[in-house]
C-alpha cells in the first residue's frame, strides 16, 4: 500500500465459489490502539505483525507528527516516544481516524496534557467521547470541551490519580483510552462495566509486556495499579477478529470451501453459531477455521451486541448473505443507528429490504444481480464486496478506499481463493494502475 488514497473503483465478476486457504493478517483495532499506547512508555517497543491498512498508516504519521522517530521494516514497528516534543496531534490526521481519540488517553497519561480534535472515521452514527472525558475528570485532568477540540491537563501536582470509574455504557473507545490514562496514574483506577473486546485485552497486554499493573480485562471489571515507568517491549499484535468473520461470511455466501488460518477461533463463536444456524459447516481447531456451504441457506434473527455478542462490524457483511438466504430475517442493530446505508445499495442488485428504526427486515430472494454500487464506510464497503462475490454478472464498487482502511490486501486474498476481483486505482496524484485476476 502506498502513501496516497486509492481512489477508483474494484470490478468482480461474481458467481464463483471460494476454494482454499487463506491467512489472517494483524488486527486493525488493536494495532491503532497499540501504536497510540506506545506514547505511554520511557524507552523504545517494538510492534510486530502490523497489518497493511490505511488506519495504521495514518496512526504511525500522528505519532511521527507529534515529534515521535519512527522506524518500520515490512510488518515491524519500532517506536521511539522519547522525542515527542508536542501534545496536540495534527488537526486533519486527527480528524480523519477515529482512533485518534487514543491519542489523549496516552498523552494525558504520559505528559500530564493533551489536545485532539473530536476523531472522524466511518459515519456510521454518534460515538461520543462523554465517558472518556468523564474518566479522564474522574483521575484528576481538567478538560474542556469547546468548537471540536478536547483539552486535557493535570493540575499543579502533574500527576493523575486513580479513581473507581463506573461507566455508564460499555465503550471500547472509552475502555481503552482510560486504561491508557491510568497506567502511569498515582495509585489504583477500577474501571466498572468495561468493555470485553479482543482488542481491550490486547492494550492490556501490550501495556503489561511493558510493566503495567493491569488486571481482569476481558472482563467488566478492570483494576489498573500505575506505575511510575515503562519498560521497552517487543508485541505482536493478535489476529483480525473481523478480517476472519468477513472471510468466512465470504465463503458461505459463495457456497464455497475456505480454511482461514492464523486466526483465533474462540474470537468467532457468536458468527460460527449463526453460520451453523443458517445451515453452513463450520470446523474448527487450534488457529484454523474451515467454512463449507451445505447449499442450505436458512434465515435468521439476529441482533448486534457488545462482546462477546454478534459483532457490529460483521452486520454489514452478513446482511449481505441473507439477502439470499431462503425466509425473512430480522437484523436489529443495537450498537450504531446508521449502520444499514448499505441497503440502499444491495436494493440495486434485486435485494428485497426495509427498514423499521434500528431494525432490518431481508426477505430473501434467488438471486442477486451485479450493478454499480457505491462504499459508504469500511464495513458497508466489506458487504458490497461480498454481495458482488455472489451475484449473477459484473458488480462495480465505487470509493474502494474505505476498504483500505481496514483490510490488508483484501481483492488478492480473495482472488487467491478464486474470485475474479480488478482494482482500478486513481491516486489521488492522477497516475492509475489496474491490478487483479
Known sequence: ?????????????????????????????????????SLLCDEPVTIENLPYIEDVRVMIELLECLGAKIS????????????????????????????????LGALLGRWGQAEAPYPGGCDIGERALDQHIKGMRALGAAVTDQYGVIRAKVGRGGKLVGSEIYLDMVTVGGTINLLLA????????????????PHVVEVANFLNSM?????????????????????????????????????????????????????????????????????????????????????????????????????TDLQQPMTAMLSTARGVSLITETIFESRFKHLRELARMGARTQVMDRVAV??????LTGATLSATDLRAGAALVVAGLMARGSTDILNPHYIDRGYERFADKLNSLGARIVREDQAESGTSARTGA
Not at 481512489?7 to 494495532?31: D, H, Q, T
Not at 473481523?242 to 457468536?270: L, Q, S
Not at 431481508?362 to 438471486?367: L, R, T, Y
Open 1 to 37: 500500500m502506498t502513501d496516497e488514497i486509492a481512489c477508483g473503483r474494484w470490478i468482480i465478476e461474481g458467481g464463483r465459489p471460494l476454494l482454499g486457504e487463506v491467512e489472517i493478517g494483524g488486527g486493525k483495532n488493536p494495532a491503532v490502539a497499540v501504536i497510540a499506547a
Open 72 to 103: 518500520r521494516n515490512g510488518r515491524v514497528l519500532c517506536v521511539d516516544p522519547r522525542t515527542v516534543n508536542r501534545v496536540a496531534p495534527r488537526y486533519d490526521l486527527a480528524h480523519a481516524l477515529r482512533a485518534s481519540s487514543y491519542l
Open 182 to 197: 491510568a497506567c502511569r496514574a498515582k495509585g489504583q483506577t477500577i474501571l466498572f462495566n468495561a468493555a470485553k473486546e
Open 211 to 311: 510493566g503495567a499493573r493491569i488486571k481482569g480485562a476481558g472482563t467488566d471489571v478492570i483494576r489498573v495499579n500505575g506505575v511510575e515507568k515503562l519498560h521497552g517491549s517487543t508485541y505482536a499484535i493478535i489476529p483480525d477478529q473481523i478480517e476472519t468473520g468477513t472471510m468466512m461470511i465470504a465463503a458461505a455466501a459463495t457456497n464455497g470451501d475456505v480454511t482461514i488460518r492464523g486466526c483465533i477461533p474462540t474470537h468467532m463463536e457468536a458468527l460460527s453459531a449463526k453460520l451453523l444456524e443458517m445451515g453452513v459447516r463450520v470446523d474448527e481447531r487450534d488457529d484454523v477455521i474451515r467454512v463449507r456451504s451445505t447449499g442450505i441457506r436458512r434465515a435468521l434473527t439476529l441482533k448486534t451486541q457488545v462482546y462477546p455478542g454478534f459483532p
Open 362 to 367: 431481508i426477505e430473501g430472494v434467488p438471486e
